[in-house]
Each structure stands twice: as C-alpha cells, then as structure tokens.
C-alpha cells in the first residue's frame, strides 16, 4: 500500500506541475478536480470483471458485525478466575456459573475503540480489569537498589 501512496503522491505533484500549481492555495482550489485525476490514473490499470455475477449475501440476521470485527484471541481461565490478556489481568466476577469455568478457554475481543468482551460458549462474562499492573519497570528496580 506505501508503494501506491509513494505512486499517486510522485503522479499528483507532477500532473500539478503541469497545470502550473505550485502554491497550497492554488492546489486547494485544483482539489475538487481529483476525482477526474483519480479516473484518469486508474483507467490503465482496470480489468472488466470475468464474470457479472455478484456473489455477495445479504446479512443473515445472526450476524453481528460489531463482533465480527474484533481481534479474538482464546485464553485459559486460571484457578483464581483471572484471564491475562495484554499484560493486563482481568477479573472475573466470582459467582456459581463463573466457579465452575476454572481451568477452561474463553475467548478474549477485543474491538477497535478498545473495548474488551470475554466470553465462554459464546455467553459474555462480568469482569473488570485489576488496578495493580503484574509488569515491572526495570528502571524502577535499579532506582530502588540506589545507595540514599
């Protein structure tokens, strides 16, 4: 994809040179024109389909985008009921359905506005991520061992 945008930014510059734009306000005004450019550039590049048949499908109602569209990663549930995901430990809420999920996967997703669901057998689980962080900073062990 960088070589593409290394492309148009190269063919843009110089098809500007050639209509004698060399200033940000001037090429402002030249932007409603670059779908036209767009067009232009592409044109040799484009393929008639081999064949017309559209071969996409309707949603089918079962079908949740929003958890789709999330990193998925399966976790083992350790004996204390935690799951470590990203060097964070969630906590899961402890209660009977929970007791029994000891030793077991779930599924960790992850959305992209970095939302966190944790499921098992597709059930969502309550949880909260716990405020101690397990990872230490070297730097805060060397600062620690310093003569006062």
């Given at each position: 994809?960088?070589?593409?945008?290394?492309?148009?930014?190269?063919?843009?510059v110089k098809?500007?040179?050639?209509?004698?734009?060399?200033?940000?306000?001037?090429?402002?005004?030249h932007l409603?024109?670059?779908?036209?450019?767009?067009?232009?550039?592409?044109?040799?590049?484009?393929?008639?389909?081999?064949?017309?048949?559209?071969?996409?499908?309707?949603?089918?109602?079962?079908?949740?985008?929003?958890?789709?569209?999330?990193?998925?990663?399966?976790?083992?549930?350790?004996?204390?009921?935690?799951?470590?995901?990203?060097?964070?430990?969630?906590?899961?809420?402890?209660?009977?359905?929970?007791?029994?999920?000891?030793?077991?996967?779930?599924?960790?997703?992850?959305?992209?506005?970095?939302?966190?669901?944790?499921?098992?057998?597709?059930?969502?689980?309550?949880?909260?991520?716990?405020?101690?962080?397990?990872?230490?900073?070297?730097?805060?062990?060397v600062a620690?061992?310093?003569?006062?």
């Open positions: 994809m960088e070589r593409a945008n290394n492309t148009m930014q190269d063919r843009l098809e500007l040179r050639l209509q004698g734009i060399s200033t940000l306000p001037e090429g402002n005004r409603p024109t670059l779908p036209t450019f767009m067009v232009d550039f592409n044109r040799p590049f484009g393929r008639p389909p081999k064949s017309d048949h559209d071969a996409h499908r309707p949603l089918n109602p079962l079908d949740d985008l929003d958890e789709i569209f999330t990193w998925q990663e399966e976790r083992k549930i350790t004996e204390s009921l935690t799951v470590h995901y990203k060097r964070v430990l969630y906590l899961l809420e402890p209660g009977p359905d929970t007791a029994a999920l000891r030793r077991n996967r779930c599924q960790v997703y992850e959305h992209a506005d970095g939302r966190i669901v944790i499921k098992h057998d597709g059930r969502a689980l309550a949880f909260q991520p716990s405020d101690k962080n397990p990872h230490v900073h070297q730097s805060e062990v620690d061992k310093l003569p006062r």
